[in-house]
């Protein structure tokens, strides 16, 4: 019996004893998971805080372009809307304010957010003025807005700038007119080089494209006009259009006679009223082209 009675407690005692193992196992292992998840979960807050934080940094508000805009093209309200956009870019690099007057460095195309870097501020001086041009050879790769030089080539293969870094504000390739915005000293250049290109035989004016205008610099203008030139350009006001008359009936001559080629027409017997131009000292004052016209009639009448 005593035996039976002893065994009785130590069993009692054992299942005691694994109870409490147990429960003391079991909440250390509740309060290590719940310890270590409280940790997790911690973590995952000051992650998810950092990227909200985050995100909140790199929330701008900047203009977007809802347009196709070309390079040379003032900035207008209708071509850009303002929003919230995520990026990483610093926040200065961005255009935040548009006062008017901005002009598009690159071809911006639509959905592109405007950097600062894109546009620049055109103070348009009270002394441009836009000028019609029809006596410059016109090259087929030119077009409304691209950047270019117009340079004076003569015979002997010299080629001078005449003016530098100017955007083209129109063009009419059938007709080759071309428009500019000049001020008062590059128009008195550009006078004195359509009579310069008038004196000098197969002398003409041309133009040559900047390849990436935002990043090149713009040539040195080194053309000067001759003190006779100058003189004659005082002396005789309309002889810039005198000029100008000779030097688009050559370029409207070659140009007939390439469309005439392309369509295998027969224009000799065209009268173009062109009279080949002379070269005639620079000393020498020109007053009226016209005195050339009848001197050649002449020659054709003793004929």
């Not at 369509?263 to 005639?280: G, R």
């Not at 007053?287 to 050649?296: I, V, W, Y």
């Amino acid at each position: 019996m005593r035996i039976r009675k002893k065994l009785k407690r130590s069993t009692k005692q054992y299942l005691i004893v694994a109870i409490i193992c147990i429960v003391v196992i079991g909440g250390a292992a509740v309060f290590t998971s719940l310890l270590i998840t409280s940790q997790i979960k911690e973590e995952y807050e000051a992650q998810l805080n950092k990227a909200y934080q985050e995100m909140e940094r790199n929330r701008h508000r900047v203009y977007v372009a809802i347009a196709d805009i070309k390079a040379g093209d003032y900035i207008r309200k209708e071509d850009i809307e303002e929003r919230l956009v995520y990026t990483s870019q610093p926040e200065e690099t961005y255009q935040k304010v548009l006062e008017g007057g901005e002009t598009a460095l690159v071809d911006i195309s639509a959905g592109t957010q405007i950097l600062h870097s894109m546009l620049t501020k055109n103070q348009v001086s009270s002394e441009l003025r836009e000028l019609e041009f029809n006596v410059i050879n016109i090259s087929s790769n030119i077009s409304s807005n691209d950047t270019v030089d117009v340079r004076i080539s003569y015979p002997n293969g010299e080629s001078y700038v005449v003016l530098s870094k100017k955007i083209v504000r129109g063009i009419s390739p059938e007709t080759a007119v071309c428009y500019f915005w000049l001020d008062e000293e590059e128009l008195l250049r550009m006078s004195a080089a359509i009579v310069d290109a008038v004196l000098y035989s197969g002398a003409e004016l041309t133009i040559t494209k900047y390849i990436e205008p935002s990043i090149q610099e713009a040539s040195v203008v080194n053309y000067v006009p001759s003190l006779s030139i100058l003189s004659l350009l005082e002396s005789d006001p309309n002889i810039v259009e005198r000029c100008s008359q000779e030097l688009n009936k050559e370029i409207r001559k070659a140009l007939e006679n390439r469309l005439a080629e392309s369509m295998e027409l027969d224009v000799s017997e065209i009268n173009w009223d062109i009279h080949p131009n002379k070269p005639i000292p620079p000393d020498a004052p020109l007053t009226d082209l016209s005195a050339l016209n009848r001197q050649e009639e002449n020659i054709h009448a003793n004929e």
